[in-house]
């Protein structure tokens, strides 16, 4: 894939609104505050979704008079592109600096015929998994809904689809970044929802996918705002060893977690869509017979895929990859249970592929880790967003 030359930063000019991160409904009312008809909305999202045009000035079918007032009453704001990586395996990762100057990280996965971004919806994250990079660096703030998008608009012009001629080349996105999606809602709804409208990004519904490692409210709150695809990041298959590598499972056991995806998914208009339940497998944590067994058993009569995600070691934590006889093994206990199980290839080893790892690598340099394991109490994060 060709790279395009990155795109300029427009500055941090939070004081005005950023048409990127507006649904059609927003646009259009911040269109009729300034007498405008509804269909300038759809100009100005084809613009900006479609074509990747950023300056209103570019914007021909829209007239001078407006294309000013534009320009003196919103911003379409972009976060500057920092490190942009590609791996031998075509693995790509993108760390883009947002207002405030931290880094958020993005990543594009190409297998076959389809090509995955996976967005990021916080800067860190509180919820602190055992096993997660990202949870290592403690959580900043939430992204807004266009530093959401942007991602995707920034991968997308950096692989040249915004280019004369330039095609889709991004097929799917998943919500598995940094950062716990449904802890910041309502920007991650509006992002979604943007990257499946038509004026948007124009994705499938199958193949936006939030994932949440159990805030059960939220998922609750879900329901007839979005119908985006779920992935659960489940991990165990009991409490004991959930409590453990997902903190958050104290406070909404599997159970509960279990009960709100049911509903959400009984809830999407088109019901053959299914769950992916995710598991990282650990070596000699989750990853023996008896938890394959144990997960076979607790997911029956659910409609389900589970993706296997051998560990991707970092250098904060001990736990291992287990090794690939062992994989497969896990792999075949489920599928002689009849489900239909997937195994993520590893990928961009070469550029720190670990969810929060290129970011993490290079705040290290400011200690930032050391300093919020310092100050932070084994649950204080977990307790401060739940409350
Ligand atoms: S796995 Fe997800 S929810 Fe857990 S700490 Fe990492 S980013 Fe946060």
Redesign the pocket.
């Known amino acids: 894939m060709m790279s395009e030359p990155l795109p300029i930063a427009t500055g941090a000019r939070q004081d005005k609104p950023n048409l990127l991160g507006m649904s059609m409904q927003e646009l259009e009312l911040f269109l009729q505050t300034l007498g405008e008809k509804p269909f300038r909305a759809r100009q100005l999202m084809k613009w900006i979704h479609h074509q990747g045009v950023v300056d209103f000035d570019a914007m021909s079918n829209i007239s001078k008079v407006l294309r000013q007032r534009l320009k003196q009453l919103a911003v379409i704001e972009l976060p500057e592109v920092v490190h942009q990586h590609s791996s031998a395996d075509g693995t790509r990762k993108w760390a883009v600096r947002v207002h405030g100057g931290s880094l958020v990280e993005t990543v594009l996965i190409p297998e076959g015929q389809r090509a995955t971004l996976c967005v990021s919806s916080q800067i860190g994250?509180s919820?602190?998994?055992s096993f997660?990079s990202?949870?290592k660096q403690g959580y900043q703030r939430d992204l807004s809904a266009a530093e959401i998008v942007a991602q995707l608009w920034l991968a997308n012009h950096s692989l040249g689809v915004y280019r004369e001629g330039g095609s889709r080349v991004i097929t799917n996105v998943v919500m598995m970044g940094?950062?716990?999606p449904l802890l910041n809602f309502d920007n991650v709804v509006t992002a979604a929802n943007l990257m499946m409208d038509d004026f948007g990004y124009g994705l499938s519904k199958r193949r936006v996918t939030l994932s949440t490692?159990g805030v059960v409210p939220a998922l609750e709150r879900l329901i007839g705002k979005t119908d985006v695809s779920l992935a659960i990041?489940l991990h165990a298959a009991n409490d004991t060893l959930r409590n453990e590598l997902?903190p958050i499972n104290r406070k909404y056991p599997i159970s509960e977690l279990l009960r709100a995806t049911r509903l959400y998914m009984d809830h999407l208009p088109d019901r053959s869509r299914v769950v992916v339940f995710e598991y990282t497998l650990i070596k000699g944590v989750n990853d023996l017979d008896q938890h394959a067994h144990e997960l076979a058993a607790l997911l029956r009569g659910i409609p389900c895929k589970i993706n296997l995600i051998p560990f991707n070691p970092f250098p904060q934590s001990d736990y291992k990859r287990p090794s690939a006889a062992r994989v497969d093994r896990f792999k075949r206990i489920l599928q002689q249970d009849g489900y239909i199980v997937t195994v993520r290839s590893t990928r961009g080893d070469d550029i720190d592929a670990a969810?929060g790892q290129l970011v993490g690598k290079v705040q290290d340099r400011t200690r930032r880790n050391e300093r919020y394991r310092a100050r932070l109490r084994p649950d204080e994060a977990l307790v401060k967003v739940i409350n």
């Open positions: 994250c919820l602190d998994c997660c990202t949870g940094m950062g716990e490692s990041s997902v969810c």
